[in-house]
């Protein structure tokens, strides 16, 4: 399967969540307890989920939930870093557009898409999550590089990195949200609007 990035790219990648190897069945147990808050998340929102009913749904005490992650925002911000990590996992390697395999531009394009979407729907969970500044540098870096990177396959010059930086700042979770919900601008013209914008930068000599 063909790589996102080169090699020697690919392993400098910011990947949240990839910071401290677990024994396996730590990171099993890790793993039950995320899957069950995210699981009351979709089913409930964000704000309606307590430790006591992840606890319940997990089939725990509610101190093992406490002594895993600290608070209730470690515990969301646990959530959030399971979801990036699914998410960058895909980009890596998952299949296209998203993923290898498609032509950069339309990488691109579902890249932004995808992101814009993930960003939408995680912004009451970013807000609850404990320190979301650190994980959300991490995620920036990320795009920021994998953007970078298909705008030189496109054979764009010019300053790529800030190229990449700006295409990457519309995406911002407080952009969307201002657009959104103080502008009301309809989700589906931002997409257009992002599509726009890559395809006129992916055009310019």
Known sequence: MESPLPLAETRQLPVVGSERPERRDAALNRETLLRAAHELIEELGVQEVTMDAVAQRAGVG???LFRRFGSRGGLMAGVLDRSERHWQEAVIGGP??????APPLERLLAFGESRMLLNLRHFELIA???SPGARAFGAMSFTTMHVRYL?????VTGDLPYLATALVAPLDIVVLREQVDKADIPVERLRAGWADLVTRVAARP
């Open 62 to 64: 509610k101190g093992t």
């Open 96 to 101: 296209p557009p998203l993923g290898p395999g």
């Open 128 to 130: 609850a999550a404990a």
């Open 151 to 155: 705008l030189g396959e496109l054979g």
